[in-house]
């Protein structure tokens, strides 16, 4: 498999980056990078998709972003905030029970053998 279908990938993306966030600040290539890692390099999202994601989250407040210098050259850092942390809860519980309703509807046919071609 090349990667995931951006068509199922569109309404997780901003769950993946409030989670990638969750264990602690970072800057936007920390991110690309926290989420190729943590998908074995499923996910790959270019920052033409990831920078308007952070600022969609900071607008709505669950994001707060600073500016530091601390690595050497200056980068604009991003945490959850308060409402992040509790919206990111919300959006896992939300998220698994999906899983679980795919996982019924869907049970049968995952757990069939390859139809041969």
Do not use: F
Request: with cysteine; hydrophobic share 40%; glycine share 6%.
């Amino acid at each position: 498999m090349d990667g995931l279908n951006p068509e199922l990938m569109r309404g997780s993306l901003e769950l993946m980056v409030l989670s990638v966030l969750s264990d602690g600040s970072k800057y936007g290539y920390l991110i690309q990078q926290s989420l190729r890692d943590a998908s074995d390099e499923l996910v790959d999202l270019k920052a033409g998709t990831l920078y308007p994601i952070l600022h969609k989250l900071e607008t709505k407040k669950m994001v707060r972003c600073r500016w530091e210098d601390s690595t050497g050259r200056r980068r604009k850092w991003y945490e959850l905030t308060a409402a992040g942390k509790k919206q990111l809860k919300v959006r896992v519980d939300e998220w698994q029970a999906y899983v679980e309703c795919l996982r019924r509807v869907l049970g049968p046919l995952a757990d069939a053998s390859p139809v041969p071609a």
